[in-house]
């Protein structure tokens, strides 16, 4: 492959997914594609990290990640088996508390009556509405950034933007966002966090973030709007209003979905243009690229790298035999580097097409904010390509320490003006 001729062969047995020292320098590639090539039904062993103590079956080829993202009768986002919890990461999430509650970890038929309540909120015309003011925003982002010269790209331009967006699509009140912002971030810092550990600062931000979200519902309840959260106080499934946690918890759904998702995909994007100053001269001279380079960053990017399921029944694939209860990863990730599907896929290719990655994933959890974060990146780029002329790295990119976010924690460089 392209960047690593005389790196080892490795093998199964070198692998580790639960190792997160093993995502500090971005998504290992390299390990995918032993996977798809060996292995691509896998059952991890169970590790020192693995939550419970147990193992997981990791599927790393496109075709196979969309086959089990859209049968989720068999594949649930919940739970399975005689599993307890279960949900869509490694570790277990209690039932009824995420499981069940959160938008992502329920399955249909209850999932689809909530998603079809939300839909409003993220209409063509719904986000057209607020794009002159995520404009306004990331012009003054990149002046600010301009003006300092010297910047953390991670900190200075991508973090913002995507927590505004969430925070408009919510109806947070201006004034409250910053305080938004400063749980968010405390939320998203993995810092020698392992998997499924929180931390003191985590979880006083969560609570703060939690009740802040009650409180605002109670404003909504009195004095709607046409944001989410305001449909989420008033809808009905069934008959029934949706329960007081389940409207609790959609604040802090949307930002951690919305926001650390936007700004790494954004950073890492930025990072790879950043390498091709042909591509970002390319991009300024031709702005009918803008939709494909969208859409080849958030494939380059993953930046959601995976969704766990867990097997509703015993099921057979590639000759393996997933057992009901077990845990079920779909790497994302992989799936968009899958050379059946995407011609030289370790390239970055600005106008690639067809493009039809799965950054988002697929099939009923189909990411619900695609279509803003599809916006932002392409307001944002081009708000940069006005005004940036070049973005030169002045360090290495700290990634998160995580193997759920493909997150950047600071990326250092200098921003020229035109
Ligand atoms: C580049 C940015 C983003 C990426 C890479 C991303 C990725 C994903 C992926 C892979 C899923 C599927 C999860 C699964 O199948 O288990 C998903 C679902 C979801 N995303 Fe995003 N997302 C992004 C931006 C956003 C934004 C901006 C929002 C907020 C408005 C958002 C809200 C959601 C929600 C609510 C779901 C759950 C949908 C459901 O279960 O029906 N995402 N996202």
Redesign the pocket.
């Known amino acids: 492959m392209h960047d690593e001729i005389g790196l080892p062969e490795i093998g199964l047995p070198d692998i580790d997914l639960t190792d997160l020292d093993r995502f500090t320098a971005g998504f290992p590639h390299r390990v995918f594609d032993v996977l798809r090539r060996d292995a691509p039904v896998w059952f991890h062993p169970a590790t020192a990290h693995t939550p419970g103590g147990e193992g997981f079956w990791v599927l790393s080829r496109y075709a196979d990640i969309v086959a089990a ?1 859209t049968d989720d009768a068999t594949f649930s ?1 919940a739970t399975g088996g005689n599993r307890d919890g279960g949900g ?1 990461t490694l570790e277990d999430m209690p039932m009824g508390f995420a499981v069940g509650a959160l ?2 970890m329920m399955d249909d038929p209850r ?1 689809a009556k909530i ?1 079809r309540l939300l839909a409003p909120a993220t209409t063509p015309r719904a986000l057209a509405a607020i794009e002159a003011g995520l404009r306004s925003r990331a012009v003054a982002i990149v002046e600010a950034a301009l003006a300092k010269r010297d910047c953390d790209f991670l900190v200075d331009v991508a973090a913002e933007l ?1 927590l505004q ?2 925070a408009e ?1 919510a109806g947070v009140p201006q004034e409250d966002r910053h305080e938004l912002m400063n749980w968010a971030n405390v939320t998203l810092d993995y810092d020698d966090r392992e998997i499924g550990e929180v931390n003191d600062r985590v979880v006083q931000a969560q609570a703060r973030m939690f009740a802040y979200g009650s409180d605002l519902l109670e404003r909504k309840r009195a004095r709607p709007a046409a944001d989410l959260l305001s449909i989420v106080t008033h809808a009905e499934v069934d008959g029934e209003p949706l329960s007081q946690h389940e409207q609790q918890l959609f604040l802090s ?2 930002v951690a ?2 926001s650390e ?2 700004r790494n ?1 954004i950073a890492i994007g930025m990072s790879a243009l950043g390498a091709r100053p042909q591509d970002w001269e390319r991009l300024r001279a031709d702005r009918t690229l803008l939709h494909a380079a969208v859409e080849e960053i ?1 494939r380059w990017a993953s ?2 790298p995976y ?1 766990r399921r867990t097997a509703t029944r015993d099921v057979e694939l590639h000759g393996q035999r997933i057992a009901a209860g077990d845990k079920v990863t779909l790497w ?1 990730a992989s799936a968009n580097r899958d050379d059946t599907v995407f011609a030289d896929p370790h390239t970055f290719q600005l106008a690639r097409n067809p493009n039809p990655h799965l ?3 697929r ?8 279509s ?2 599809r916006m932002e990146i392409r307001v944002l780029l081009e708000v940069l390509l006005d005004r940036v002329g070049t973005i030169t790295p002045t360090g290495p990119i700290e990634y998160v320490r995580s193997n759920k976010h493909t997150g950047v924690r600071h990326m250092p460089v200098t921003v020229e003006a035109r």
């Open positions: 993202a986002s869509t938008l992502n999932h998603r995507p967006a969430v699509l759904l949307i979905a919305g998702t936007t995909s958030l930046s959601t969704n994302w950054a988002f994933g099939g009923v959890h189909f990411c619900l904010g695609a803003l974060a």
